[in-house]
Each structure stands twice: as structure tokens, then as C-alpha cells.
């Protein structure tokens, strides 16, 4: 039944263009904006690129802002259309609905990924210490940790507007406080508790460690295990929440 709801969801993405460009080509776009936007910068000799830490960051934030839209709304869609009732209907447990719809949007997330990162490497030169299938690696999981978000936020909203309103209740506060415009060791001690408990903060900060050393760091791997259990933590939490009728 996991298996059969995976393959009906992507099924389904793959008769939506718009959901198709949304995540594979939108990240693209923006990651390409950022490597213009610091294109003519002027550095002394010896300093790395701008774009080599900040586009680094970014493909972990920006498919996780992007998944959190697409999976949320996506499941709304499917509440309010009358499909995850009937579902509900048959013998399959909620949490095949929510693993599939995590397998699915997962398989989506990693292709977003590979599109990005092999975009950042390729074509705009991107040099860090760390290797490459590690920078996948943190990226899907940053990617997925959206799936799952979005998956467990989509529970509590009625209309896909609402939907879309958790994101400056649940993306923006981890997009201010994950490290990207100030490191977190610079915050005051509120913001840095506050920050613990923002899983993007762990993404970033492996990405980090990705772009200072050539090898995996202890603290690069504490943070993808982190990752992997809030992932996990939150699509238990989804499978729990997940109405059998609409509202």
C-alpha cells in the first residue's frame, strides 16, 4: 500500500508541469541569481568566493523552502478534494499515506538536488573542501526535512491558502535564525536556544563544516543524524495527526 500511494503521487507530479518546474527548475533559477548577484565582486588575493559559502547554504535552504510549499499544498489538495477521505476508507493505515507521500516527494527532492547541485558544481565552479555526495546528502535531507514539515503542517490547515500562511510561522524563523545571515554563535543566548530547535539550523551547519573541511567531522555527522531523526520524528507526528475526515 506505500509502495502503490508512492507511485500514484508521482504519477500525479508528473501531469503537473507547474509542480515539475516548481522543483526542479525554481532552486536552479535562484541558485543562479546568487552566483550573478556576487558575479563582479572584487576580492583580495588569497579570499574564496562569496558565492562559495553563500550558494553552498543555499542548496539546502532553498529546496526546503520549495518541498515545504509543494507537499503541503499538495496535501491539502488532496484533502480537500475529497481523495485522502475515500482512502481513509479502505484498509490502508494513515501511516502508508504519509510514508508514500514521503517516498514520493522524497524521489522529486533528490532530483531537485542533483538539478542544483550539479548546476553549482558545472556551471558556476563551485570549490569547497568537502566532497560532493556529501553535499547531496545534506542538501536531501534538507530537502526532505521540507517534505516532512510540509506533510505534518498540511494536517492543521483547511484550504491551501493556509497552507501556504504556515510559512511565516514555520520556514522564516529558521531561514533568520539557521545561521545564514548571522552565525549562530554570535546570536544572543535567546536566539541561540531558540535556534537549537530549528532544523535547518543542523543543515547549514553540515554544509559549513562541508565547505571548511576536506573530510567528515564528527559534528558533520552528529548533525545528519540530527537531521534523519527530526525527518523521522515528524512523519510520525504527520501519520498521527492525519484527520480520516475533512473538516
Known sequence: MTWATTVRVLSQLRRDPRSIALILVVPA?????????????????????????IGLVMLAVFPFVVMFLVTSVTML????SGTLERLLTTPIHKADLVIGYALAFSVMAAAQTLVATGIAYWCFALNIKGPAWLVMLVAVLGAVLGVALGLLCSAFARTEFQAVQFMPVVV???LLLCGLFVARDQMNDFLQAAARFMPLSYSVEALGELGRHAEATDLLW?????????VLGLLVLAALTLRRKTA
Open 29 to 53: 533559477l535562484l541558485l543562479t541569481a546568487i552566483y550573478f548577484l556576487f558575479e563582479n565582486e572584487k576580492l583580495p588575493p588569497g579570499v574564496g568566493r562569496s558565492f562559495d559559502r
Open 77 to 80: 489538495r488532496e484533502r480537500t
Open 172 to 174: 522564516i524563523p529558521q
Open 222 to 230: 552528529g548533525d545528519v543524524i540530527v537531521l534523519a531523526t527530526v
